[in-house]
């Protein structure tokens, strides 16, 4: 029935999430089913393996700590079922199991280290494509809302040099063209035909390195305009960069882009065409406005930009991240009846005007501004600095970037997407939460690169510091049998330094054996404590059950837990202290 049930909800008992809930539901049913000591056992073992499951979902730092911190249950649980364990609060009884931690450390390190890596995951299971929200190939108004509100971190750019400045702070992800009414659309490399990326001429560049977070999709984000594509991916016509694969893992990526340039000084016929294209039947006021401003300023390319920007600055229109729904004629119901929205919106229905007035135009997505921390000398974006502009073809500029928002909301360019909501997130603005928030970061970056970006790249580089360039699976072999052999050298001899120099129970054994041996009954060579006095009760008729009373007690104490309780021992002792021996059979 639970596989039946599993199989129902998610499709198939293959995967993260149908694997993980049947073995969850395995678990629930053993449970149920204990009766015994060992099934306790095997049920806290299998808890053990369902627990770690959860790092199939998430590697941060913070998830990693509470698995580990969720095994000390099981481990308390474990002691508990030792020999006559002595009662113990729960804090005492958490206390072994997190020495147990601690001590597994180093050799949890060496083999984090030094077992090879393999090529792929040991469990092959799929990615979620539902992991994280990010930018989608395709933009209505109203569907940035969920990026705009999502916290999680994006990306993070460290630069070749000091950063840009915050207005050239745009990292391009999709190159719209296609508009249908209602949505913007980026026609993939399957509805277009394969062309060259527009010629550009570079006035400014900047190098640097992106570590981009797992995003499920093959877009690259890119500052401003790339010169070319990494190792791996692929320079788009519009100077979009996509990866072979989808990006599901975090992806380090060098590159350089222009932050001062002509893009595509000469426009050609196709271009021409799909940058002027509007449906038929659709938002007829916005149309009629865009050719009053045509025969207004005639030839003036340029005086009609300006003039759609002065709208949208002087129009009344208001910056929300909560706008009223639009209907059919979506772009004139914002332009003149409801006159608020975010990024979306806007550069939707500048683009619009443009190729209404005759202007080549299109809709670019992807991040803008971000966090420069200092500490850690690098730009964080967040999913909610993704955002919406636009570009038009000027005659002897090329394409060039225009950004609508900055004309309503300046703030957001300047200060970013948080700034630009105003009250509407003000817990956001509040300066000790983003200083927290961005300080925590360079834990978790510590962690994204040293940790979970510790590849077999990496692994194979691992003694570079020595003058090794190239580790391979031989010599990380030996290195993790020598490093071994050293930890367990290392415990033993700390564990034979540690033992006490005053043992009381061998004392208390040492004071019957002299008494025993009064009597003509010597311990012999090799004997044990267990043989000894079994031989001794047999030898001494009237004291027998005295004598198995106290091998009983000594030998509860001594080997049922780590450490006698005090109480039992004071009553061993003392039990000795009033043993006399009577008589001895010959």
């Known amino acids: ?57 998430g590697q941060g730092m913070l998830a990693t700590l509470l698995v580990a911190l969720g095994l000390l249950p099981a481990l308390a649980t474990l002691r508990a079922l030792e020999p006559a364990p002595e009662p113990a609060t729960l804090a005492r009884s958490l206390l072994p199991g997190l020495g147990l931690l601690g001590v597994a450390l180093p050799l949890a390190l060496l083999g984090f280290l030094l077992v090879p890596r393999l090529s792929s995951p040991l469990w092959g299971a799929p990615a979620s494509d539902q992991a994280r929200t990010g930018l989608s190939d395709s933009m209505s108004p109203g569907n940035f809302t969920e990026l705009l509100t999502d916290d999680r971190p994006a990306l993070r750019v460290s630069f070749d040099g000091p950063p840009p400045a915050p207005d050239q702070r745009y990292f391009r992800a999709y190159v719209m063209w296609h508009f249908d009414g209602r949505s913007w659309r980026y026609l993939g490399p399957g509805r277009q035909r394969a062309v060259a990326p527009a010629p550009i001429a570079v006035a400014a560049s900047i190098g640097y390195r992106i570590s981009l977070l797992p995003t499920h999709q093959r877009v690259l984000p890119t500052l401003d305009v790339p010169l070319a594509a990494p190792a791996g991916a692929r320079l788009r016509s519009d100077r979009e960069v996509f990866a072979d694969k989808p990006v599901n893992d975090p992806l380090s990526y060098a590159l350089r882009s222009a932050l001062r340039y002509r893009l595509q000084p000469q426009l050609d016929d196709r271009s021409r065409r799909l940058g002027l294209l509007l449906p038929v039947g659709y938002n007829p006021r916005t149309l009629a406005l865009a050719r009053q401003w045509r025969q207004r300023y005639g030839s003036d390319d340029a005086a009609i930009v300006r003039a759609a920007l002065a709208l949208f600055h002087n129009g009344g229109f208001h910056y929300t991240l909560a706008p009223a729904p639009l209907g059919r004629n979506a772009v004139d119901d914002f332009l003149f009846d409801t006159r608020e929205g975010f990024c979306e919106h806007y550069s939707s229905a500048f683009t619009v005007l443009m190729r209404a007035a005759g202007i080549p135009a299109r809709v670019v997505t992807g991040y803008q501004g971000g966090y420069w921390n200092k500490l850690g000398q690098y730009l964080l974006l967040r999913n909610s600095d993704a955002h919406a502009w636009s570009e038009v073809w000027l005659t002897g500029r090329g394409w060039v970037r225009v950004d609508p928002t900055a004309a309503v909301r300046p703030e957001r360019v300047a200060l970013g997407a948080a700034a630009a909501a105003g009250n509407q997130l003000a817990w956001y603005r509040s300066d000790w939460l983003q200083g927290l928030r961005n300080r925590w970061d360079i834990v978790n970056r510590w962690w994204d690169q040293g940790v979970v970006g510790f590849d077999a790249l990496r692994q194979r580089g691992l003694l570079t510091p020595f003058g090794i360039r190239d580790t391979d699976r031989t010599m990380l072999g030996m290195l993790l049998a020598i490093s071994s052999v050293l930890f367990i050298a290392i415990g033993l001899a700390w564990a034979l330094l540690r033992r006490p120099s005053h043992d009381p129970l061998r004392a208390a054994l040492r004071v019957l054996e002299r008494k025993l041996a009064r009597c003509g009954i010597t311990r012999r060579s ?43 021992l004071r009553a061993l002792r003392r039990a000795v202290r009033n043993f006399r021996a009577t008589n001895v059979v010959k």
């Open 526 to 568: 090799g004997e044990g404590p267990q043989h000894y006095l079994r031989r001794a009760a047999r030898a001494l008729p009237a004291q027998r059950e005295e004598l198995r009373r106290l091998s009983a007690t000594y030998l509860e104490l001594r080997y049922g837990r780590d450490q006698p309780a005090p109480e039992p």
């Open 1 to 57: 029935m639970l596989t039946l049930a599993v199989i129902i909800y998610y499709g198939s008992v293959f995967g993260r999430e149908p694997g993980t809930a049947l073995a969850v539901g395995l678990l629930i049913l053993k449970l149920l089913e204990t009766e015994a000591p060992r099934d306790v056992r095997v049920g806290v073992g299998f808890a053990c393996f369902a627990l770690m499951s959860a790092l199939l979902f």
